[in-house]
């Protein structure tokens, strides 16, 4: 492995905790303690609880490397993090990045129970054991629903952050849990279906992998709807204000997953309306290429795309999209809980 630096180390090891997940985990926490509150809760608990929040994910999103660095290996998009890469170029040690997961868990639980209060950190410890074992070793290997189950551990922040000004979990907080829940397939689906072959290759049954492209962009769509109800059940305690932004916001989500569930349903049509007789003077090679390609129709709990990349048509947009509404649903959740006014 060579002589490493101390920085080169800590770089390593900062990039395992996925920061950018991280941030977006954040930005739905300190809105939740400003509603809590109805106001801006103290700075030391509020600065706790980040940090604690913070420690948790990485902890998470360190272990979840340590036993994914073999499907990152594979995976064109992960090939690039510090467990992913070949011996002679790794900088982290497998079992160094399992030990620094392990503290950092260990250090998020110290801060929240002796900081803030027992039942944040044990929210917290919930969400990594939740994270670790159900999602990475129980479900993402193993079944389609991985996402849809799995990505409660991302839901679990807006619990810690209620119960760091409460001391409990009430109603809105476990509103809140269901807007995230409903919100992360959508979210994940869009981005698998760009990368399908890079789960596909790794042997991850990742819903784009296993499903037709129509029948993920239907199901982005049931969920999507399923997020938008779930963010107007807050409305009774955040206000009318944060209503109106609630129904603005959706409907602009919504609108982008019908225009990707058009463009998929219009690509899947495309072969069918080439089928008649010209199809009998397509050379061989040609046909096996479009039986393989977007217009096919693939058997759910199968692995398709595996021997043959997939074209099915995929939505970055709907991904960035998706970041960008969280991110402002949950600033307006910010704005109305220092607002005066704006209550029903």
């Known amino acids: 492995m060579g002589r490493r630096s101390l920085r080169t ?54 272990i979840n490397c340590y036993i ?28 160094e990045a399992l ?80 807007v995230i829940f409903f919100w992360t397939p959508p979210h994940f689906w869009a981005l698998a279906m760009k990368f399908r072959d890079d789960y596909a290759a790794a042997s991850v049954p990742m819903l784009p992998v296993v499903a037709p492209a129509t029948v993920v962009a239907r199901k982005i769509l049931i969920y999507s709807y399923a997020m938008v109800a779930s963010t107007l059940a807050l409305a009774p305690y955040a206000g009318w204000l944060y209503a109106i932004c609630a129904v603005g916001l959706g409907a602009g989500f919504l609108a982008e997953a019908h225009r990707l569930h058009a463009r998929v349903a219009r690509a899947a049509a495309v072969p069918a309306a080439g089928s008649g ?35 099915n048509p995929a939505s970055m947009r709907l991904f960035h999209l998706s970041i960008a509404y969280l991110t402002l649903l949950f600033a307006a959740i910010a704005v109305v809980s220092l607002l005066p006014w704006g209550r029903w």
């Open 9 to 62: 180390l800590a770089q390593a090891l900062f990039a395992l905790t996925k920061p950018r997940i991280i941030e977006l985990l954040l930005v739905t926490t300190i809105p939740t303690m400003l509603l809590a509150e109805r106001g801006m809760p103290s700075a030391r608990i509020l600065l706790l609880t980040l940090i604690g929040g913070a420690l948790a994910a990485g902890s998470a999103n360190t």
């Open 68 to 95: 994914d660095r073999d499907i990152d290996a594979v995976m064109r998009r992960t090939a690039r993090r510090p467990l992913a890469r070949p011996v002679p170029l790794a900088v982290v040690r497998p079992l």
């Open 99 to 178: 030990i620094f997961g392990i503290v950092l868990g260990a250090a998020a639980t110290v801060l929240l129970g002796s900081g803030v209060n027992w039942l944040s950190a044990i929210l917290a410890d919930a969400a990594i054991l939740f994270y670790v074992f159900v999602y990475t070793i129980g479900l993402k290997r193993r079944t389609p629903s991985n996402i849809v189950i799995g990505g409660a551990a991302g839901c679990f922040p807006v619990l810690v952050g209620w119960s760091a000004v409460t001391g409990t979990v009430s109603l809105p907080a476990i509103v809140l849990f269901a």
């Open 277 to 311: 007789p010209a199809v009998a003077a397509v050379p061989a090679a040609a046909a096996g290429a479009a039986a393989n390609g977007a217009g096919r129709e693939v058997e759910e709990g199968t692995c398709a795309g595996i021997a043959r990349p997939s074209v």
